[in-house]
């Protein structure tokens, strides 16, 4: 691409600035990206992170745990449909903890699993409660709060002192830390409520072929099944919030198309009686379009670069102060999405460059 | 007899239809052949530019036949013009004519881009014509940088670059003082003459007829002057 750098390189300024442009327009794209993915994952990280097929709360729950109310004894008669690997009860709720050593209040949620059951979480620090009166599993977002390996605390409700016997990681539930626990120390802590069943839990984890879990309403009354994707999405606020999200991210898109689009167009009209005296040399219009898409390619690429390179810094100051969290695929998505719209916005100065007429250089007085 | 390089027959050019029907050629018939620089010389409004539109492959005829190189390209497609173009004519215009962002040496080396040629050849050609124009030591200058002589002469170096078989010059010193324009005529007059090319020189300026082989007058989208193939060159 002979002409392509060498224009970029003699008008430095101009292109320096629309590729600064492009640098916070896609670094806002990859912060947003990162915010929307980190928040997303504070809010439903515990319920990605289960290993299961499908979840099974009560009909009408519209697929809210705290809403769901399953009778723990239908885990067996589940168990036994054809193609139903296994199936255990679970129970979340929401609850506030007080440090023992700080008085600090901290909302959490209880996780209420079977022990060493499916989505028993694997600990990175200390062990399993198995085998601990009173022991649990907080997820390392706690230990920020002051609670941390061997600490104890009391539940409200329950009024029960819970040690802490392991931490494991990437388990948030709603923004908050989830805390394992064995089913039967969960049942304890929940308030008892008139007429609900004695064991009652939120709802029961599936593993099994697809066509036998969405036979489960059959089986087990009052019921309805959904995978944890379907959970997680009607966590309250959660669609509304990805969608906003969304929104911004697809506006500056647009946004950055627009802007690339327009600079090109001015460039090239500014460029019109020198493309007019290229044409009428012999250059091909495929030469100058090849041109203008390296130009397009070469600025959009390192603004990008550039873009994502702020966007990891910025979120490296931030620190944990918001849940920020960017995995490559996304990035790689993202950067490529900006690329593609960067490649449509010249679109229109294509076609103006494909109508200079090589005529143009000729001097018409004459 | 050598074929000649560039020859238009018979040719005419309407542009409109009906009452706004302007004739702007009217059976032209022209041949040029190596060696020899023709000067066309007309006032405004003419016929000028639509003459070296056509023979430029730029502009299709009306009427007539064009041949290059004894080759008759008047319905050649768009693609082929453009190849013949770049391969076989160098031109020259009036006023901006050179790239912007480009050096001297550069807008030499975008001819050499354009037809491929190797990179080490490119720049030894490029090197010897902008030596023999006498804009060696001023190559590296971007075009805003230059004067209108030295533009003009980087332009002539850059019609050279491909090694064409046609020269077309359209009002080449237009915007010169006449010391300048007379200076870029010499030296586009000697290369035509060493390197054996045919051209034709576009122009108002009477002063500079006496570089030129023969003279052609055009008034009207007429030819009158010489007549066609007369010049002491053609014979």
Not at chain 1, 36 to 42: E, I
Not at chain 1, 168 to 184: A, E, K, N, Q, V
Not at chain 1, 194 to 210: K, L
Request: charged share 20%; proline share 4%.
């Amino acid at each position: 691409m002979f002409l392509a750098l060498r224009e970029i390189r003699h008008a430095k300024l101009r292109f320096a600035l629309i590729a600064g442009v492009i640098v916070l327009v896609s670094s806002l794209v990859f912060i947003l990206s990162g915010l929307a993915n980190g928040l997303s994952a504070g809010n439903t990280a515990a319920i990605d992170a289960m290993p299961v097929d499908g979840m099974v709360v009560s009909a009408g729950s519209d697929y809210l745990l705290d809403r769901s109310t399953v009778s723990a004894g239908v885990a067996k008669d589940i168990a036994g449909i054809d193609g139903i690997d296994s199936a255990e009860p679970l129970g979340v709720s929401s609850a506030n903890i007080t440090a023992s050593a700080s008085d600090t209040v901290i909302g959490v949620s209880f996780f209420g699993i079977v022990p060493e059951g499916m989505i028993q979480p694997d600990v990175t620090r200390g062990e399993g409660f198995a085998g601990h009166e009173g022991g649990v599993v907080i997820d390392e977002t706690l230990t920020e709060d002051g609670i941390g390996l061997g600490d104890t605390f009391l539940t409200e409700p329950g009024g029960i002192e819970l040690t802490v016997v392991g931490v494991t990681t990437d388990r948030t539930y709603r923004l908050r830390p989830s805390i394992y626990m064995p089913l039967d120390l969960w049942r304890q802590l929940q308030p008892v409520q008139e007429g609900a069943a004695p064991d009652a839990v939120s709802a029961i984890v599936v593993r099994g072929d697809q066509a036998a879990i969405d036979s489960i309403p059959d089986v087990a009354p009052d019921t309805m099944v959904g995978s944890t994707t379907q959970v997680a999405g009607h966590i309250p606020g959660e669609a509304e919030q990805n969608g906003t999200l969304m929104l911004i991210q697809v506006f500056l898109v647009v946004i950055a198309a627009g802007i690339i689009a327009a600079f090109f167009y001015i460039i090239t009209l500014q460029k019109l009686p020198e493309l007019g005296v290229m044409k009428a040399i012999g250059t091909g219009t495929g030469y100058l379009v090849r041109t203008l898409i390296a130009q397009v390619l070469a600025i959009a690429v390192v603004g990008i670069l550039l873009g994502i390179s702020v966007a990891d810094t910025l979120a490296l100051v931030i620190g944990n102060a918001v849940p920020y969290s960017i995995t490559v695929q996304r990035m790689a998505l993202f950067g490529g999405i900006l690329l593609l719209v960067a490649i449509g916005g010249t679109v229109l100065s294509l076609a103006r460059i494909a109508r200079v007429d090589p005529l143009d250089a000729i001097n018409k007085a004459g | 007899m050598t074929t000649p390089v560039l020859e238009l027959t018979n040719i005419s050019k309407r542009f409109g239809e009906g009452e706004a029907r302007v004739d702007a050629l009217s059976a032209v018939s022209l041949r040029v052949v190596r060696g020899e620089l023709v000067a066309l010389i007309g006032p405004s409004g003419s016929g000028k530019s639509t003459l070296v539109s056509i023979a430029g492959a730029l502009l299709t005829p009306s009427e007539g036949r064009l041949y290059l190189n004894g080759e008759d390209i008047t319905d050649s497609p768009g693609q082929q013009r453009a190849r013949l173009r770049l391969r076989e004519i160098g031109f020259i215009f009036q006023g901006s004519n050179l790239i912007s962002y480009l050096t001297g040496r550069e807008q030499l080396l975008f001819i050499a881009d354009l037809i491929g040629l190797p990179n080490g050849d490119a720049r030894r050609q490029a090197y010897r014509l902008l030596d023999e124009l006498g804009m060696a030591r001023r190559a590296d200058h971007y075009p805003e940088e230059l004067s209108g002589g030295e533009r003009q002469r980087i332009a002539i170096a850059r019609a050279l670059m491909n090694d064409p078989a046609l020269i077309l010059a359209d009002e080449p010193t237009a915007s010169l003082d006449s010391r300048r324009g007379r200076a870029v005529v010499e030296l586009l007059a000697r290369e035509v003459h060493e390197r054996d090319k045919a051209a034709v020189l576009v122009t108002h300026d009477e002063r500079l007829l006496d570089l030129c082989d023969r003279v052609v007058h055009i008034a009207d989208g007429r030819l009158t002057g010489m007549p066609v193939g007369a010049g002491s060159a053609a014979m």
